[in-house]
């Protein structure tokens, strides 16, 4: 199995609050991964640094055979655009944009095919968004409905990966396990290998790999808190 993600003696800190130390990870491609750990014990950092938005002071990340630290902040920003699809825990939908404009800003930088609609339509479908739920302005949308609208725009570039930072926690515990189900169902269908990150381990479940942070991480727990 080929690795899509890659991590070799990579270090992190905040100032001088060291957070991460990982002597190695990778993640396959295909395989659906969920990464849990305590509250501070580093997991939106090292999204961050999967996804290229934070850089480490040592070691390496490669991510489709790619060294992310090789690459200058515009030319990581392009790869995350082009390869790499991000479901935020607050969506960071537009409210005063419709759903399909927020849904199209994922092609600005994106693919070409991915602006258009037959390529949209078939996103949309597959998330049950429609056609009417489209025109409409995020900000009046349910919290179910924005973090379809959140998984739609990571799926247009047809990413190869999928990052996604506790993006269930506004939810029931019924609407989670619904909406967990249908982004890995997406997923497969899009081929498409997934890191979720969440506190809430009743999800581990849906998963077929688990990584506990905290082991793969050689900083203490005292020193983190
Ligand atoms: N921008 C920042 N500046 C300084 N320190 C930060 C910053 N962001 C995070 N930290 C610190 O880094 C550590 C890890 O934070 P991080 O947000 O990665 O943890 P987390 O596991 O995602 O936490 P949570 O589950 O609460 O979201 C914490 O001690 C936090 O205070």
Redesign the pocket.
Known sequence: MEPVIQLDKVKFA??D?A?LNIEHWQVEKGQKVFLY??????????LNLLCGILTPQQGSISVLTQELTRLKAGARDRFRARHIGVIFQQFNLLPYMTVRQNIMLAAWFGRAESAESGHLQQITGQLQLSNELLERKAGELSVGQQQRVAVARALLNHPEIIIAD?PTSALDSELRDQFVDLLLQCCEKNQATVVF?S?DKTLAGHFDQQQN?SELNNISEEI??
């Open positions: 905040w100032q609050k957070v750990g305590p509250s501070g014990s580093g997991k939106s950092t090292l506790e990150v506190h942070l983190l808190c």
